[in-house]
């Protein structure tokens, strides 16, 4: 499902194109894709706030395959392995950032399905550096979303500087946030987890319930208690604010988002920021992100909910996600 051109998704711009098999060069793997995750980021690359680096472009970039080729030097994998593929796609080794580990900020890092061809495809090749073992325990189909939704966060969470006994908020309760509360809830099992959703998402709020919620209310709702962190899935810029405004003294704000589609409102210094007060962004995920949360996910175990589309219903899915109706996280399925 090729993009052409920067549209909007209610014009349904991905199209079914047959396209020659990938060829893997030196130390990559060819992937035949069996699912392939869908991410709000491929919105924001079709509605041009993070463009393609070129045109026509491959999406997708939480890709669960198996290997079907071996580039030359490959030696990591075999044939038949099954693996997974996160949006970092490649990164330099030696700049600055990525000498501290700090790959996820690589000037010269490439990303799944914005500088190379991604997952919203039966076939993809990738640098067998930046493909993961997929832990037994997951089906194809509940192991995509923890390579995006999963892995950035778990990175959010780890930045928001959650503790046992805390209290974490959560503004917007999609694919990202049910896997986090999961992953709040075990390693911080005295802390507590409140939930933010649109007004009126009961979807989301019944799923928040049932993954262990301690409060769940509208974004905008006063919490009962002040929050030690929150972390921002929303696309919108408000709950920023609003995040902030019921931060703790010393709390953190974590925005989990690539782009916002509408600005973070004025802050007013004494209500938003004094008492040291912090604001972070979460931008991309680093190979160890992605390394350690696996197992992780697979120990608690973490088994995201998925609702399953085909690969050409691609459009009608994104459209669900823009309109907030995603139950969990959607997932193409491409081969049996
Ligand atoms: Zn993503
Ligand atoms: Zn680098």
């Given at each position: 499902m090729v993009l052409e051109k920067t549209s909007s998704i209610e014009e349904k711009p991905l199209k079914l194109m047959d396209l020659p098999r990938p060829i893997?060069?030196?130390?990559?793997?060819?992937?035949?894709?069996?699912t392939c995750g869908v991410c709000h980021?491929?919105?924001?690359?079709?509605?041009?706030?993070?463009?393609?680096?070129?045109?026509?472009?491959?999406?997708?970039?939480e890709i669960v395959g198996r290997i079907e080729g071996l580039g030359q030097g490959a030696k990591k994998f075999e044939e038949g392995d099954r693996v997974g593929i996160a949006w970092i796609n490649w990164a330099c080794g030696h700049c600055t950032f990525c000498l501290k580990g700090e790959e996820n900020l690589c000037d010269k890092a490439k990303w799944t399905?914005?500088?190379?061809?991604?997952?919203?495809?039966?076939?993809t090749v990738v640098s067998e550096d930046f493909a993961y073992p997929i832990p037994e325990r997951f089906t194809d189909m509940k192991a995509a979303p923890l390579l995006c939704a999963g892995v950035i966060g778990y990175r959010a969470l780890r930045l928001s500087g959650m503790g046992n006994g805390g209290v974490l908020g959560l503004y917007g309760f999609g694919a990202s946030a049910h896997i986090v509360i999961q992953v709040a809830k075990h390693k911080y099992p005295d802390g507590k987890v409140f939930v933010f959703t649109?007004?009126?998402?009961?979807?989301?709020?019944d799923l928040a319930r049932k993954l262990g919620a301690d409060w769940i209310g509208a974004a905008g709702d006063t919490p009962p208690e002040k929050l030690n962190c929150a972390i921002d899935f929303t696309p919108v810029g408000e709950p920023v604010r609003q995040a902030l405004g019921s931060l703790q003294k010393g709390g953190r704000v974590v925005v989990n988002a690539i782009r916002k589609v509408t600005p973070i409102p004025e802050l007013d210094y004494t209500e938003h920021l004094w008492y040291e007060k912090e604001v972070k962004g979460v931008a991309n995920v680093t190979r160890k992100d992605a390394h350690e949360f696996l197992p992780l996910a697979a120990e608690i175990p973490i088994i995201p909910e998925t609702q399953e589309f085909r690969l050409k219903e691609v459009n009608e899915a994104l459209i669900l996600l823009k309109e907030g109706r995603m139950h969990g996280a959607g997932v193409l399925k491409i081969a049996e």
């Open positions: 893997p060069e030196q130390n990559q793997i060819l992937v035949r894709i069996s980021t491929e919105l924001d690359e079709i509605e041009g706030r993070v463009s393609p680096s070129r045109f026509p472009m491959i999406l997708g970039h399905g914005k500088d190379v061809y991604g997952g919203y495809a039966q076939y649109r007004p009126g998402q009961k979807e989301h709020q």
